[in-house]
């Protein structure tokens, strides 16, 4: 069954749309997500504008600001109503884990 588009956020997604709760434009956002992950998860250009283009037209992001080619964007509230989401699923997932592997149950 094929997932539903933003059905599960990649880490990618989730690091991109937590990090538009402030305004930043594409090539400083690959940076934060890196800079916050600590290297763990890098944006390439292409995935990072393919993302963005994808995140506006489903009205999760909204540009805010064009200088030339340097653009940025920030997270609107069906953007955050995404992230919530994945965190809520995230954290159910810990749940589990701590329940049946730390907690030795079958």
Sequence with gaps: M?????GTLTEQM???LLCLQSEWCG???MERVKEMTAGRVAIGPGTLYNLLESFQEAGMIRQTKVEGRRRSYRITQ????ALDEEYRRLTELAGDYRRYREGGEA
């Design 27 to 29: 090539m400083d956002l």
């Design 78 to 81: 069906n953007g955050l109503r």
């Design 14 to 16: 989730f690091y991109i």
């Design 2 to 6: 094929a997932r539903e588009k933003f």
